[in-house]
């Protein structure tokens, strides 16, 4: 018997390849190997590719089987070749299945996964495992609670103070940046201080375009929609903010009419709008302000002299010597596109927010038992302290819910549950 040629170095490495495979337990493609004798040296002696699942009968040999009656293999083959025996499927190695459409999961049907930051992360955990963050919880789910029913309708809730510097623009965007945070709030900060005020330099970079600009194309606007409404915000976080002309002869030529076109096209995009207002009370868009609101935040700083002058300035606007002064000086108020006369401002419809205690070393403490027997009938007295991380947030711009202050942050989620839960028992 003639002496059988050596496989060449291909058909070893392959070989090599597959006992590899099996000491590693990975399934892989079983390999058949023709020699030149027409002889199938599989790796296996059970299995054979021209045979299929049936087990090969005749004479044996290691690593190879003679090719018998009952095998198809070829007998004239002159070279080596390698055949590659297929796996069924399931396995590495075998040939994807198409998928039915009931195997296809369906990607809307699942809830999206929201992303927590792990600052957002330590807020949560602090109010679980804290008093004060258990009280922090608390006013969220007033705030929640309040927002279900306020519903259906569009709320003006102007920021105002008789004295400059009291932090009016700054409560104004934590309080906006704090309603961002819920669901269905839509809240927007329009600037209406005619005082020079701060609100852009908070911002960092605004937007150029303001007030002015908007009413110059608001047809375009209102007819195109929310999308073309976008080219004049600033987004502040997830707070649209709308500011007013830096040039003091365009602010001093808006007149209480453009205003409420402004707020009139906003209140078909938004559902809260707080009005960041100036020190002046006697000037009209002040005056605007007021008569649209539906709640009204009066801010003043922790010293006396100013406490009283804003005391004075709730029991002004909640008197008839306000309605008799100021009738005459707009006669075509107009709120919401309608014609409106003026009338006071109760004092169940205001809350008194103290900013800032604890700046100075200097400050005399107030006597909050006082001040609440001077200001009975108002909506609540709300205190909010000095942070000096809070300032140095917004000179750097770099103010924003994650890394507010969490005194600060308490408080004015008391102010707006305070605020909010009145407005909503008016509602009902």
């Not at 908007?214 to 707070?239: E, I, K, W």
């Not at 922790?302 to 100021?326: C, E, F, G, K, Q």
């Not at 005194?407 to 707006?416: F, I, M, S, T």
């Amino acid at each position: 018997m003639p002496e059988r040629a050596k496989p060449s170095s291909t058909v070893i490495r392959s070989q090599r390849r597959e006992l590899t495979r099996r000491e590693r337990g990975v399934p892989g493609t079983q390999r058949t190997t023709l020699d030149s004798s027409g002889g199938c040296n599989s790796n296996s002696p059970d299995v054979c590719k021209f045979v299929g699942s049936a087990v090969m009968e005749g004479p044996q040999r290691e690593g190879a089987c003679a090719p018998t009656a009952n095998c198809n293999a070829p007998t004239d083959v002159n070279t080596t070749t390698s055949v590659t025996t297929p796996v069924p499927s399931g396995v590495i190695g075998s040939q994807p299945s198409v998928p039915s459409e009931d195997d296809i999961p369906d990607l809307y049907k699942t809830p999206p996964v929201p992303v927590i930051t792990p600052a957002r992360r330590l807020i949560n955990l602090w109010k679980r495992r804290s008093e004060q963050g258990r009280t922090e919880e608390q006013n969220d789910e007033l705030i929640s609670a309040a927002l279900s029913k306020l519903t259906n309708k569009f709320y003006v809730i102007p920021v105002i103070g008789p004295k400059g510097g009291s932090g009016k623009t700054l409560l104004s965007l934590v309080c906006g940046l704090i309603l961002s945070e819920h669901r269905n709030a839509r809240p927007c900060l329009l600037e209406a201080n005619m005082d020079w005020g701060t609100l852009r330099d908070l911002l960092g970079d605004a937007n150029p375009r303001t007030i002015k600009h908007l009413l110059t194309d608001l047809p375009d606007v209102d007819r195109a929609g929310y999308g073309a409404l976008q080219g004049y915000l600033t987004m502040f976080g997830r707070l649209p903010v709308m500011t007013a002309p830096t040039n003091p002869d365009d602010m001093q030529a808006l007149t209480p009419g453009d205003y409420d076109k402004v707020v009139s096209l906003l209140s078909k995009h938004m559902q809260i709008l707080f009005l960041d207002c100036g020190t002046s009370f006697v000037n009209r868009i002040s005056q605007y302000a007021a008569q649209t609101a539906d709640h009204t935040i009066l801010v003043a700083a922790p010293d006396n002299p100013t406490m009283r002058r804003s005391i004075a300035s709730a029991h002004y606007l909640a008197s008839s010597r306000y309605v008799s002064t100021y009738r005459e000086v707009m006669p075509d108020l107009t709120v919401l596109g309608e014609k409106r006369d003026l009338t006071r401002v109760a004092m169940g419809s205001m809350t008194l927010a103290v900013n800032g205690i604890g700046k100075s070393s200097k400050e005399v403490p107030l006597d909050y038992d006082a001040l609440a027997k001077q200001l009975p009938d108002m909506n609540g007295i709300v205190k909010l302290p000095y942070s000096e991380r809070l300032e140095a947030l917004i000179n750097t711009g770099r103010l924003d819910m994650e890394v507010l202050p969490s005194p600060y942050r308490r408080q004015a989620k008391q102010l707006l549950a305070t605020v909010l839960t009145k407005m909503a028992e008016g509602r009902n």
